[in-house]
């Protein structure tokens, strides 16, 4: 087994590269491209996953760490290496599973595509990168793949780049990433600096010896937070994932959706253990904004990507809330069941658009059960993951994190309220524009009478992938338990850890220990199952008075409250707060950088070229007209003296006489 | 003495003067034959890549070099200049010495490697290529001697030396403004030399050879404080006239680098000069600036450094912060790449701004991952340029379809150049912010210089937008993608770019005793 586990994880990794080199140099010599040897590598890759699990269970934790580079005698020693242990084998599965569905799934969905071999060659770059992140059990390395994700998805939301709308989203996914990513570089700088090392386990083992503490501590944690707070498009970063529906839609569901964005929440939940209470804190509330902010976007978008996209945030959001609240297993539970749910929500969605011709606006589609049966159905099932319906895997992992929120009121108290509060209220909301949403484009009649006609359901390359995730959205796959998963194998093995500041306070936050906090979940675990369930009943309810029976006039509410639908609508304007003061200050501050450049940095040495210029110039003059002009005139004086006394020089003996008779009488008069 | 002679000549002398053997020989070929006259010129370059790899095979990695010139390598020491002085008792005593350490020997192969891939990229030179080739020899003569000189006489000399084939390949064989260009730069530089050379001359005349007693140029001696007469100029510790000579010294370099606000000279020859000169310019001449801090500023004048890291960071911050800002304001391909070196150029010196071994070893890997990074950028430049007529950034759009190994090879480059993981500017540029970081006193400056990775990103991936995406205009219908040549000069050093990325630990050894050794200096600690 010792085997399995140090050579198989570094198999797993490198098999998509290769299938990235393999297509980006040789794809155009391949039949069809080389699809099909990057699908079966990534079922390989999937079944090596399960292997990793299984032997990981077996024996336990395993890591394998080699010198990558050092400098000097020792004492910067820079690692590489890889960590097996329940987070990381579990993410193995979801990464190569949603992975091998996408690529399953973009045979057909892609099938015609120009840049058909391009595409594949990306997922493979894409899920090598992730495996990494995944795997490394150091923090720079970490940080070299989030990179290398990021990359990835810039090309992948960049790849129909002949449209405006796809270049502009790939970039602005890029660069909002580069800003949580500096604060994530920062945090690992005063990591390196006090505890020199960048593995995870000696950065604990420092931090227990109390090397890195206090202030310095919780900005680490923060730091380091601020890169899932990019990656995981949290408030107030998240105005990028929106826009990155611009990439195809097995992208949405594979990057955008299941794996990439909940990076964020794995780097959270990694670093769990060194978040100091007002860290947790930070953690906590920027969940919670993001949560509830993008729910109430979420209820107004008509674009089906769009609203599953927002709905995407909000339940990173729950995530990252979670790890906040010191429930680190539920966070990381909710990733891998919203992996599946999401992946498959988006998948069906593909199929819509696909079978609707890319139609994406809800408002042009309904009445597609009929049309598109397996598309409808397991679109439903992974609804109800998502709004947290009994006997879906969905219920099981939400109903943790409200449990978990609601403990963490009891303990704290007064403004920490809020927590749970935004927490019920985001499930409402969720299950309002889940159903909005199946409403509007699944059932009814069909607006679109001409698109309805030509809409079929998707082949079977596209719909087992539907099938299989749908059926990975249910309970039995998590716990035999419908409505509690404690006793479910992912629950017995994802423990929260005891984190290194347990018993610390912080300004609102007290960080207890796993006995009474597990204490409090208990009692709060009845409460919030039968209040989520009350909350998520009534939000199907009004949407399907709103939407299906129609007892509320939907169009004469949004005009009463116009200017708050406005608001949500329009994405409570960050896009355009954004534009008017960042962008439009570094472009202004930009502009004046290169016109001070020309005009007064550069036109000081010109100026300076042109002052000798013009002295040289002037120097020129003088020397000419005023130096030379003196020795000139000196000449000339001598000259015209010459000129005057040559008169005298006539030559002539009597003429000298004369001169001499004139002179002696002269100097008679003078001296008498 | 002379270490590792080949046919009885050392090999320093022959990896710097085998361009002027080709220069020899160029004179002799007729002005016709074209061809001839092209793979004559490539074939020193080659030669000199040979002689950096048997350098580099040659060469202990433990020996420190810096200060002791027994832990100097491939050592000459000859002696060159010996007349009696006849103003002052004694003599003048100048020395052909050469040798290298782990400072210099990562910029010796750069400049062998980036002199070839010039070679390369000078195909596409169709104006009197007999008189361009011989001056480009010249060129790589005098970059190379800079490298090796470690006496400060020979070293000014190759620096100075330098400017003159500089000077007339921008002149002749440049854009538009060629002409202003090439004085501009000529100028510029030579004005910067001025200082040196005063500094020079001051160092000279307060130095006292502990053995001979003599007056010396000779770096290594001038680096222990023993051998500085106390009574003279530049004698003690930490007087004004010891910083002032370091700032002279320092705007001399700081003019080569270039750092703000002396700057404004890049742009303008990179504009003007033609692809391959562009390619020296960014991939070697920049270096030589930051080098020479290292190399002279820091280990003679250590009291100094130490004194003005604060104010270099200072610099180092603009360059990186402004220069990033004036890139993306650039509507001019190349004059952007040109305003970006500056930016980058700006790490290099953050690194050096920082005194710490970490922030040198990423110094001197970064003077090295620009040199190869920003080579591939112009070289690419270039490739656009000799196909359309025109770099403005505007004219283009939708070349990802229409050339897509250039697109390939282009976004590797760029993706490099923003530090991207796996790509070697991201050691370099860690090192670097890792290295000020740890500097207390410039820590503040260090975290406002971390904006420039969102700005670089910025104008970078806009420039990808503007010339890469959307659709490709209806006049560039007929562009051909990059040919046999182009790859030639360009994957190699992608191919370095991508391997230093993953495994930078050769490299990095091969420098990290010599940088241990000038911390030391620095900060007194032997």
């Keep these: 087994m010792d085997y399995t586990l140090k050579y198989l994880p570094l198999v797993i990794l490198l098999v998509p590269m290769f299938s990235f080199l393999l297509l980006a140099f040789f794809g155009n010599k391949l039949p069809r491209k080389g699809d099909f040897i990057a699908v079966s590598l990534l079922f390989i890759n999937l079944a090596l996953s399960l292997i990793v ?153 420092g931090i227990e010896a109390g090397k890195l503490q206090g202030g310095l501590l919780t900005a680490a944690g923060i730091l380091l937070f601020c890169g899932a707070i990019g ?81 995407t945030i909000s339940q990173l959001g729950y995530m990252i809330m979670a790890i906040g609240v010191g429930a680190m297993s539920f966070g990381m539970f909710h990733l891998v069941t919203h992996a599946f749910f999401k992946a498959c929500l988006f998948l069906t969605a593909g199929s819509v658009i696909f079978g609707m011709h890319h139609v994406q606006d809800i408002r042009e589609m309904g009445g597609l059960r009929k049309k598109m049966p397996i598309t409808y159905w397991t679109f439903l099932i992974a609804t109800f993951a998502l709004c947290g319906v009994p006997f879906t895997s969905g219920f099981l992992s939400k109903d943790s994190i409200l449990a978990a929120t609601m403990a963490f009121a009891n303990i704290n108290g007064g403004i920490t309220y809020i927590i ?219 000259g015209f003296f010459g000129l005057i006394f040559r008169k005298f020089q006539t030559g002539k003996i009597q003429t000298y006489i004369m001169f001499l008779v004139f002179g002696i009488i002269v100097l008679y008069f003078m001296f008498r | 003495m002379v270490q590792f002679p080949i046919l009885g000549i050392g090999i320093l002398s022959w990896i710097v003067f085998l361009p002027v053997i080709g220069m020899l020989i160029l004179i002799f070929i007729p002005k016709a034959y074209e061809k001839t006259i092209k793979y004559v010129a490539m074939i020193f370059p080659i030669l000199q890549i040979i002689l950096s790899v048997v350098l580099l095979m040659n060469y202990n990695k433990d020996l420190a070099g810096i200060n002791k010139l027994e832990s100097f390598q491939f050592v000459e020491k000859l002696s060159w200049i010996n007349i009696p002085a006849l103003i002052w008792d004694g003599t003048i005593n100048i020395d052909y010495l050469m040798g290298i350490d782990g400072i210099s020997l990562p910029m010796i192969i750069l400049t062998s490697i980036i002199g070839f891939v010039g070679v390369l990229a000078s195909f596409s030179i ?129 003019i080569k680098v270039p750092i703000f606000p002396f700057h404004t000279w890049l742009p303008d020859a990179h504009v003007e000069a033609p692809t391959a000169i562009s390619v020296i310019l960014a991939g070697v001449l920049l270096k030589m600036g930051s080098y020479g801090i290292m190399r002279i500023s820091y280990p003679i004048f250590p009291d100094a450094a130490v004194w003005f890291m604060y104010p270099m960071a200072i610099l180092a911050m603009i360059n990186i912060i402004y220069g ?100 070697s500017a991201f050691i370099s540029e860690s090192f670097v912010f890792l290295g000020g970081f740890k500097n207390e006193t410039i820590r503040v400056l260090t975290i406002i210089s971390t904006l420039g990775i969102i700005l670089n990103a910025a104008y970078i991936l806009w420039t990808i937008q503007r010339i890469f995406f959307g659709t490709l205009p209806e006049k560039w219908n007929e562009i051909t993608d990059i040919n046999g040549r182009e790859l030639l000069s360009t994957v190699p050093l992608l191919l370095i770019i991508i391997i230093l990325g993953i495994f930078p630990s050769p490299f990095i050894n091969l420098m990290t005793s010599s940088v241990n050794q000038l911390v030391n200096i620095i900060w007194h600690l032997n």
């Design chain 2, 324 to 423: 990033a800002l004036c890139a993306m304001a650039q509507k001019d391909f190349k004059k952007l790449i040109a305003y970006s070196s500056i930016s980058h150029m700006g790490y290099v010196m953050l690194g050096i701004a920082s005194g710490t071994a970490i922030g040198f070893n990423g110094a001197v890997f970064q003077m090295f991952n620009h040199g190869t990074i920003t080579a591939v950028l112009f070289l690419s430049v270039g490739i656009i340029y000799d196909r359309a007529h025109t770099r403005g950034l505007y004219d283009f759009g939708g070349l990802a379809n229409k050339m897509p190994k250039y697109f390939a090879v282009i976004i590797i480059a760029f993706f490099a150049s923003i530090g991207l993981p796996g790509l």
């Design chain 1, 231 to 311: 990656k995981s498009a949290q408030f107030p970063l998240h105005v990028w994932l929106p826009d990155a529906m611009e990439g195809p839609t097995p992208v949405s569901a594979l990057i955008h959706a299941a794996t990439m964005v909940a990076a964020g929440v794995y780097l959270t939940a990694r670093i769990f253990v060194m978040l100091s209470a007002d860290a947790l804190t930070f953690v906590t509330f920027i969940g919670a904004i993001t949560a509830f902010i993008s729910a109430t976007i979420a209820i107004t978008q008509n674009d089906i990507k769009k609203v599953l996209a927002y709905s």
């Design chain 1, 420 to 638: 749970p509060i935004i927490g019920f209220s985001v499930a409402g909301m969720t299950a309002f524009y889940m159903f909005r949403l199946l409403i509007i484009a699944f059932l009814g009649e069909p607006r679109n009478k001409e698109k309805y006609d030509h809409c079929h359901e998707s082949p079977i390359q596209m719909t087992l992938p539907l099938i299989i995730l749908a059926a990975l959205s249910t309970f039995v796959v998590f716990s035999f338990n419908p409505i509690g998963a404690d006793s479910g194998w992912i629950m017995q093995m994802m423990k929260t850890p005891e984190s290194l500041l347990t018993g610390t306070k912080g300004m609102i936050y007290h960080i207890v220990d796993r006995a009474e906090y597990t204490e409090m979940l208990h009692h709060a675990h009845y409460p919030a199952m039968f209040l989520s369930l009350a909350i998520a009943g009534l939000g199907i309810l009004l949407a399907y008075v709103f939407y299906h029976w129609k007892k509320v006039d939907v169009e004469k509410l949004t005009e009463k409250i116009k200017p708050l639908y406005n608001f949500s609508l329009n994405k409570w304007y960050f896009d355009e707060l954004y534009d008017a003061t960042v962008i439009s200050f570094t472009m202004a501050i930009s502009r004046l950088s290169a016109w001070v450049d020309n005009k007064i940095v550069d036109g000081v040495v010109n100026g300076s070229a042109t002052v000798t210029r013009w002295t040289s110039f002037g120097s020129g003059k003088f020397d000419n007209v005023v130096v030379d002009g003196l020795v000139n005139f000196t000449g000339g004086l001598v």
């Design chain 1, 53 to 205: 699990f299984f032997a990981f269970a077996q024996t336990g934790k395993y890591s394998y760490t080699v010198d990558w580079f050092n400098l000097g005698k020792g004492n910067l020693n820079f690692t590489a290496g890889f960590v097996i242990d329940e987070l990381s084998s579990i993410m193995l599965i979801v990464v190569n599973a949603i992975s091998a569905f996408v690529h399953l799934f973009s045979v057909k969905y892609m099938e015609g595509d120009a840049k058909y071999k391009k595409y594949f060659s990306y997922l493979g770059l894409f899920t090598f990168s992730m495996l990494g992140l995944v795997l490394t059990n150091n923090v720079l390395l970490m940080y070299v793949f989030w990179e290398l994700v990021g990359v990835s998805s810039y090309l992948l939301i960049g790849f129909w780049y002949e449209k405006p709308a796809p270049q502009e989203a790939a970039k602005k996914a890029f660069i909002v990433n580069r800003v949580g990513d500096v604060g994530f570089f920062l945090g690992i700088m005063i990591i390196f600096l006090t505890l020199g090392t960048f593995t995870f386990t000696d950065i604990f083992a």
């Design chain 2, 126 to 254: 169709k104006r009197n290529e007999k008189g361009y080739y011989i001056l480009y020899l010249f060129l790589v003569t005098g970059m190379m001697g800079t490298f090796c000189a470690l006496d400060l006489f020979l070293f000014f000399v190759f620096w100075e030396i330098m400017l003159l084939p500089m000077y007339f390949l921008i002149g002749i064989w440049g854009g538009e403004r060629r002409e202003y260009a090439a004085i501009k730069f000529f100028l510029y530089t030579f004005f910067g030399g001025i200082f040196m050379l005063i500094t020079i001359i001051g160092l000279y005349f307060s130095s006292k050879d502990p053995v001979t007693g003599l007056h010396t140029f000779n770096m290594l001696t001038l680096m222990n404080p023993a051998a500085i007469d106390p009574n003279s100029l530049l004698g003690g510790v930490g007087t004004n006239l010891r910083y002032l000579a370091f700032v002279a010294l320092f705007i001399g370099f700081a």
